[in-house]
C-alpha cells in the first residue's frame, strides 16, 4: 500500500470544531500554561488558548479514552478503546517534538485510565473492563515494570486512578474499591493495601489527592464526597449531607488553598469548603460536568461538560464564558452556502447549526426538542435553510434569525432523510426512510407535491440537484444510485454497486458522480460514457473487476451470452420433442436483448431418458462477457 499510494497527495487537516466532552477528565491545561489538551475521535488536540490555533497529534487507530500530561510537561500520554478480542495501544508523546515518544500495547479492548509519576519516570495504566489489570510502564525504557489486577476479586469494576506526589505511591477507585499501591522497584511488585470505609458503600467515580499527600477526596454516584487518609487508608469524613450532587459526582479538582471545585452529572459546579464540604459558589451548565482543568495556580480553570462545550472561570467571580461549543453527537449532514467558502451550517440530534470558518465561531443555532434533524440544504438566495426530520416533516428557517418559516407536514411516512433545493429557489426534492423520492414547488403562501417517484427499495441517503435544475441525482441504502429528470419526473439511469450508498455529488464540471459509501470507498462514475467506475480507497484507485449494467427503472436486464448451437445427433422424437419444449420455456424467462442465442447441446445415442432428465435440471450456463481494460 506504501508504494500504492506514493505521491498521492494527503489530505492535511487544518481546523476542528468541537469537543468530546463524554470523555472522563478529558480536557486537560499543559504545565506551561498556553496550550488546552483535549482528545476528540482518534487525535489528540493542542490548542493555544491565546489565538485558538490548533496543532494535531495522530497515531491512534480508535477513539482515545484517556488522557494525561506528565506534571514537566515534556510527555503526554493518550490511551484508546479498540474492538473486542483485540489489544488498546497507549500512545507516549514528545510533547516538545510534537512526535510519538512511545508506544505501548498490553491492555485489552480499552484504556480506562493514565497517570504520570512526579518524576515523569513511571507511566501507570489500567485497563478497561475486559481487561481489569493496572499496569507500571518505565517511561525511559518503554517497557513495562509490573502488573496486577486492579481489584479484589470480591469488588468491582475500577474506574479510576492518580498519581500522589511520591513517586512510589497512586491511588485506585472504582465500584465498591478504593485501593492505595506502593511500587516496589527492586522486587518489580505493586502491593495494594484496601481502604476501609466501614459500613459505608460507594462507587467511586473521581479521586484527587492533596497537593501535601495528606487526603484522598473519592467521588462518588451517590452525590457525595469521601474524604480519606492517604496513609492509614482509613475514611474521616463524608459530605455534604443535603442535598447531595444530583446524579453523583463526575470529577474532582483540590485548588492551592484546600478548597474543591466539584462538577456534578446534572451539570452543577461549584466550590465547596474542604473541612465540611459546604457549598461556597455555585453555578448551573448544560449536561453533565465531565473535566476540570487548572491554569497555574487555579486562578484560572476550564470546565468541559457532556454537551460538547468548554468554559472559562476564574476563582474571584466564578462566572462562566463559553468558549467553544459543538454538537454532542453524530453530525448527519453538512451543507455549504451557496457563493461562499466561510459559512456552512451542520445538523446533529435536534439541533441545526450555523458556523463561520475563519474564526471558528457558531453563528445560528436552532433546536427542535425531542426530534432529530437528518439532512439540511441552503437555498441559493441564501433566504432560507431547508431541513429534513425524522417526524416526516420538512422544515424551513430564516438563516438569521432561525424563525420557523414553514413546515410541509406527512412529507414521508418513515422520516425525510435527504433534502436538497433547486438552483431557483422554487422547488424542493426530498427522499423518506421508504424509499420515494418526491419533488415539492414552493408557493407564496403554501406548498404543492408535484411528484412522487419510486424505484428505490431502501432508505434515501442523499440528494443533489444539477445546476441546469432539470436532473438530480439519489443514493440510497439498497445500493443504488440513481440519475432522475426532475421536469419529466422519470429515471435516466441508475448504477448499482454491492454497498450501501452514504452520500453522493456532482463533479464540479458535472461530467462525472462521485458517491461514498459503508465499503470505504468512494467511487467516481461517468455519466456519459460506458466506461467503468474507478474506486479511490486509501488514495488508490482500483477499476472495479465486476461491472452490472442494469437499467431496472427500464425492466430491461442485458446479459451477453456466448455462441451456442444446439445439434441434435441420432436422438428420438420423444426426446426431442422435450428438449425443445425446455429450451423454449428458458428462452422466454431470459428476455435476452442485443444478445445472439444458439443453444449448444452434445447428446449421445446411448444417453437414457432418466440422464436427460437429470442433465435439464441443471442451470443453463450464462457467462458475461467483459469489456476488454
Not at 94 to 102: F, G, K, L, P, V
Not at 233 to 245: E, N, Q
Not at 257 to 273: I, N
Amino acid at each position: 500500500m506504501a508504494t500504492e499510494t506514493h505521491g498521492v497527495p494527503q489530505l492535511v487537516l487544518e481546523s476542528v470544531f468541537g469537543f468530546n466532552g463524554h470523555v472522563s477528565s478529558g480536557l486537560r491545561v499543559h504545565p506551561d500554561g498556553e496550550h488546552l489538551i483535549y482528545p476528540l475521535g482518534c487525535t489528540v488536540i493542542l490548542k493555544r488558548i491565546k489565538d485558538g490555533k490548533q496543532e494535531f497529534l495522530n497515531g491512534h487507530t480508535n477513539n482515545v479514552s484517556c488522557i494525561s500530561v506528565s506534571k514537566s510537561g515534556s510527555y503526554i500520554a493518550s490511551g484508546q478503546v479498540n474492538f473486542m478480542g483485540f489489544k488498546a495501544i497507549i500512545i507516549i508523546w514528545d510533547y516538545a517534538q510534537r512526535t510519538i515518544h512511545a508506544e505501548l500495547l498490553l491492555h485489552k479492548a480499552k484504556v480506562e485510565a493514565l497517570a504520570f509519576s512526579p518524576n515523569d519516570k513511571y507511566l501507570v495504566s489500567l485497563g478497561g473492563q475486559d481487561d481489569g489489570s493496572i499496569v507500571v510502564w518505565n517511561v525511559e525504557t518503554k517497557q513495562a515494570i509490573c502488573g496486577s489486577p486492579a481489584s479484589a476479586s470480591s469488588a468491582g469494576h475500577c474506574l479510576t486512578l492518580q498519581y500522589s506526589n511520591t513517586n512510589n505511591i497512586f491511588v485506585s477507585a472504582g465500584s465498591g474499591t478504593v485501593r492505595v499501591w506502593e511500587l516496589d522497584l527492586l522486587n518489580r511488585k505493586i502491593k495494594p493495601t484496601e481502604c476501609q470505609t466501614g459500613k459505608l458503600k460507594r462507587n467511586v467515580q473521581c479521586l484527587e489527592i492533596s497537593d501535601d499527600d495528606q487526603f484522598i477526596y473519592c467521588g462518588t454516584t451517590s452525590g457525595d464526597i469521601m474524604k480519606m487518609t492517604l496513609k492509614t487508608g482509613l475514611l474521616s469524613d463524608c459530605g455534604p449531607a443535603k442535598p447531595k450532587y444530583s446524579q453523583g459526582v463526575n470529577v474532582l479538582r483540590v485548588l492551592k488553598s484546600g478548597d474543591l471545585l466539584v462538577g456534578s452529572g446534572s451539570g452543577t459546579f461549584t466550590m465547596c469548603s474542604r473541612t465540611n464540604f459546604k457549598t461556597l459558589k455555585e453555578v448551573q451548565l448544560e449536561k453533565g460536568v465531565t473535566s476540570i482543568a487548572l491554569r497555574g495556580d487555579g486562578q484560572q480553570f476550564f470546565v468541559g461538560t457532556k454537551a460538547a462545550q468548554m468554559y472559562s472561570f476564574s476563582s474571584g467571580n466564578f462566572e462562566a464564558e463559553l468558549i467553544s461549543t459543538s454538537h454532542n453527537s453524530a453530525v448527519n449532514d453538512v451543507a455549504i452556502l451557496f457563493g461562499t467558502s466561510v459559512i456552512f451550517g451542520t445538523c446533529s440530534g435536534e439541533d441545526i447549526r450555523v458556523w463561520y470558518i475563519d474564526k471558528p465561531k457558531e453563528l445560528l443555532r436552532i433546536t427542535v426538542p425531542n426530534m432529530t434533524c437528518n439532512s439540511l440544504d441552503f437555498m441559493t438566495d441564501g433566504h432560507s435553510i431547508i431541513s429534513a426530520w425524522n417526524d416526516g416533516k420538512i422544515r424551513v428557517f430564516g438563516p438569521e434569525s432561525g424563525r420557523l418559516m414553514l413546515i410541509i407536514h406527512d412529507a414521508h411516512k418513515m422520516g425525510v432523510t435527504a433534502i436538497a433545493g433547486t438552483r431557483d429557489c422554487k422547488r424542493i426534492v426530498s427522499g423518506g426512510g421508504e424509499g420515494k423520492v418526491r419533488v415539492w414547488e414552493l408557493q407564496p403562501h403554501g406548498h404543492r407535491l408535484l411528484e412522487t417517484m419510486t424505484k428505490h427499495k431502501a432508505t434515501v441517503t442523499c440528494i443533489k440537484v444539477k445546476s441546469n435544475d432539470k436532473e438530480c441525482v439519489t443514493a440510497s441504502s439498497d445500493g443504488a444510485c440513481i440519475i432522475w429528470d426532475i421536469v419529466r419526473f422519470v429515471s435516466l439511469q441508475m448504477m448499482i454497486a454491492n454497498t450501501s450508498f452514504k452520500t453522493v455529488c456532482y463533479h464540479p464540471e458535472e461530467y462525472q458522480i462521485i458517491t461514498s459509501g459503508t465499503d470505504r470507498k468512494h467511487a467516481s462514475v461517468n455519466k456519459f460514457a460506458e466506461s467503468e467506475p474507478i474506486e479511490v480507497r486509501g488514495g488508490v484507485k482500483r477499476k472495479k473487476m465486476a461491472k452490472r449494467d442494469e437499467l431496472e427503472g427500464q425492466g430491461e436486464m442485458m446479459i451477453m451470452m456466448h455462441c451456442m448451437m444446439v445439434l441434435i445427433v441420432k436422438v428420438q422424437t420423444e426426446r426431442f420433442f422435450m428438449l425443445q419444449r425446455f429450451f423454449k420455456q428458458n428462452i422466454l424467462f431470459l428476455s435476452c436483448h442485443n444478445a445472439m442465442l444458439m443453444l449448444w447441446l452434445g447428446l449421445h445415442t446411448k444417453i437414457t431418458m432418466k440422464k436427460i432428465k437429470i442433465w435439464l435440471k441443471i442451470p443453463v450456463l450464462v457467462t458475461t462477457i467483459m469489456t476488454p481494460r
